[in-house]
């Protein structure tokens, strides 16, 4: 058989539309994490037992699973404890913003201990308070150390993205899924997802390694 793309060409606009509804679920999936990720990462270095022992489990619990079986969970078996079917969009977004938050809240915890302690040490000493200390002090200087590390983590959720079409979300796997079923031919459209999940991981590798420039010229 020949690789022939003609056939599928004029479904190419509809499996672009599936852009929007990626971009959508990423960077709602990145803003939850990112602030679920925050919170886990001051829990682990708080010295209340009980906050310590629940960021390290959550962490252990949705790095220890695999994301596709959160994603079925919270999909398949929250409706069953809630008694109220949740939309495919927002299980994807729960699945992938709970998951991220357990891998940004390491990212994020490394970071912050990684800030020299006199910088803390000097804080506590001008009697700034511990909240104040970690917005304006710590945080800052962490973030500028893991921001390789955070974009890595984002450039992962967007391929794991494709994850979600195993639920019926019509993002750009769907779609391409449902051209290749359309036409009984599957690979160029695989092909075609294939290039256009290429194109945005490159866009935002290049938008990162922006940002680690512009933090170097303002150190």
Same mark, same amino acid.
């Given at each position: ?86 939309? !495919? @969009? #927002?299980?994807?977004? %729960?699945?992938? *913003? ?5 891998? /940004? ?5 490394? &970071? ?72 009984? !031919? @599957? #690979?160029?459209?695989? %092909?075609?997802? *294939? ?5 945005? /991981? ?5 938008? &990162? ?11």
């Amino acid at each position: 058989m020949s690789l022939d793309f003609g056939p599928i060409m004029p479904s190419v606009p509809y499996i672009v539309k599936g852009i929007g509804v990626t971009i959508q679920i990423v960077a709602v999936s990145i803003a939850l994490g990112f602030v679920l990720g925050i919170i886990l990462s001051l829990f682990k270095i708080s010295r209340i037992g009980i906050l310590q022992w629940f960021g390290d489990a959550y962490t252990s619990v949705f790095r220890g699973t695999p994301l596709i079986l959160q994603l079925f969970i919270i999909y398949y078996g929250l409706p069953q404890l809630i008694d109220y079917q949740i939309s !495919s @969009f #927002l299980a994807a977004v %729960l699945a992938f *913003g709970f998951n991220s938050g357990a891998y /940004v809240s390491e990212i994020i915890r490394a &970071g912050i201990e990684a800030v020299d302690k006199g910088q803390r040490e000097a804080a506590m000493a001008l009697g700034v308070p511990y909240g104040q200390m970690m917005k304006d002090i710590i945080l800052p200087q962490a973030m500028k150390n893991i921001l390789p590390a955070l974009m890595n983590e984002f450039i992962t959720l967007t391929k794991e993205s494709a994850l979600v079409s195993v639920i019926g979300v019509t993002d750009i796997m769907r779609r391409s899924y449902i051209v290749g079923g359309d036409h009984y !031919s @599957f #690979l160029p459209p695989m %092909l075609i997802a *294939g290039v256009i999940y290429y194109i945005m /991981v490159m866009g935002l590798t290049l938008l &990162g390694k922006k940002f680690e420039r512009r933090m170097k010229r303002s150190d």
